[in-house]
């Protein structure tokens, strides 16, 4: 788990690079690269309020991955106020 000031997903990633996504530390946030078509899915999902998961980590690397979780929740007082 990781904490984050703020998230930039880059949409740039290519699908022959052989990654599913990429996410790195960038400062004090976090940068998540993907592909084109899964930031289209991203951003239904944000205007839907839909919880969404991007799969992180090379296409071939098996079992290990990585994921970034956007979740939606009800009780905000669990949530950071910073």
């Known amino acids: 788990v990781t904490g984050a000031n703020f998230v930039v997903f880059n949409g740039a990633l290519k699908t022959s690079s052989g990654f599913l996504a990429k996410s790195s530390i960038v400062e004090d946030g976090l940068m998540v690269q993907i592909t084109l078509e899964t930031m289209e899915s991203l951003r239904q999902a944000l205007r839907d309020k839909k ?32």
């Open 51 to 82: 919880d969404f998961k991007i799969t992180c980590g090379k296409t071939d690397a098996g079992d290990v991955k990585e994921y970034v979780d956007i979740c939606w929740v009800e009780n905000e007082d669990k949530t950071n106020k910073g």
